[in-house]
Every structure is written in C-alpha cells, then in structure tokens.
C-alpha cells in the first residue's frame, strides 16, 4: 500500500513557475511508476506526465512537453513536477498517483493503483 500526498500548488501569474512535491509513504516507493495529472472544473481527469520507476524515463502529454519536467528522488520517497511558463489553461487540480504493474503507456488514469488528495494550482493571466 501507498498513501500520496502533494504539495507546491498555490496562485501564479502566467509566465511563471510552481515545483509540486508528491511525497509516498511505504518502502516499495522506488518500484513504482509515478504520475501526474490535472482536472480543472468541469474536465475529466487528463495525463499530464510519467516517469519510470528508475527516473530513467519519462513521458509527457504534449501541451506540456519543454515546459514541465517530472522527477523522483527514491531516496527521500518523493515525486516532483517542475512547473515553468505557466499558462492559465493549466489551472487545475494536480494529482500524483503510483502504478505498480506498469504495463502501459502510463497515460490513463485506469493503469494507476494509488492516487494522492490533490493540489490547486491557479495561473490568473
């Protein structure tokens, strides 16, 4: 079992950065797969970005891509999303969840077994 919990969001002027923190409870952190995604008022749920297990690769959804930047630090059991020239279309909720099997892409929220509470992340123009 793995209990999620993000931190970092808060409110920004467009062109600006945020760095959200996911911090993971459990020793079985580092064979995870983690992620990221966001759900603004009235959207369905969307991928933003995914990194694997090692940190050795990583995958993003393309309205973010040169943008935002996924990390993980195993040692301190941590997920990082890198927020940079933000847009107000990337106001939403952001949420890190765990994929243990790792079978696919890791772009559909149904492949993730563990989701954290969330954190708001409002860009105002």
């Known amino acids: 079992q793995v209990q999620l919990v993000e931190s970092g969001g808060g409110l920004v002027q467009a062109g600006g950065s945020l760095r959200l923190s996911c911090a993971a409870s459990g020793r079985t952190f580092s064979s995870y797969a983690m992620g990221w995604f966001r759900q603004a008022p009235g959207k369905e749920r969307e991928f933003v970005a995914r990194i694997s297990w090692s940190g050795g690769r990583t995958y993003y959804t393309d309205s973010v891509k040169g943008r935002f930047t996924i990390s993980r630090d195993n040692a301190k059991n941590t997920v990082y999303l890198q927020m940079n020239s933000l847009k107000p279309e990337d106001t939403a909720v952001y949420y890190c969840?765990?994929?243990?099997?790792?079978?696919?892409?890791?772009?559909?929220?149904?492949?993730?077994?563990?989701w954290g509470q969330g954190t708001q992340v409002t860009v105002s123009s």
């Open positions: 969840a765990a994929d243990w099997n790792q079978r696919g892409l890791g772009d559909s929220r149904y492949e993730y077994d563990y």
